[in-house]
């Protein structure tokens, strides 16, 4: 499965985007899925990450209550809708999931295929 994020874009503090990645084939409720985002100079990091089959969802302190993680099966995409953006969420932000079954920690070693990356830049 190959997967393709789209969404990124320049916008004001206080705005919002919604994310989304689509899958080229298919990604099962028992399967992890996540959004990861890399700032320049900065380690890969977990935004966050949600296994259906289990109700698994965590997000990293620093966007809970303003992300929002959620997937459409029927159309093979996982979304993360971004509110309230903050400077410091500018990143590229990577969709992954795992070849089999959930996750830990949402950290990246534990996902094994990587969309491409979509560039997020909150500016004023």
């Known amino acids: 499965v190959q997967l393709q994020a789209s969404g990124g874009g320049l916008v004001q503090p206080g705005g919002s985007l919604r994310l989304s990645c689509t899958a080229s084939?298919?990604?099962?409720?028992?399967?992890?899925v996540g959004w990861f985002r890399q700032a320049p100079g900065k380690e890969r990091e977990g935004v966050s990450c949600?296994?259906?089959?289990?109700?698994?969802?965590s997000y990293a302190d620093s966007v809970k209550g303003r992300f929002t993680i959620s997937r459409d099966n029927a159309a093979k995409t996982v979304y993360l809708q971004m509110n309230n953006l903050k400077p410091e969420d500018t990143a590229v932000y990577y969709c992954?999931?795992?070849?089999?079954?959930?996750?830990?920690?949402?950290?990246?070693?534990?996902?094994?295929?990587w969309g491409q990356g979509t560039l997020v830049t909150v500016s004023s």
């Open positions: 992954a999931t795992v070849r089999r079954g959930t996750y830990y920690y949402c950290k990246t070693y534990e996902f094994g295929v």
């Open positions: 084939g298919f990604i099962s409720d028992a399967q992890a």
């Open positions: 949600m296994t259906s089959s289990d109700g698994r969802i």
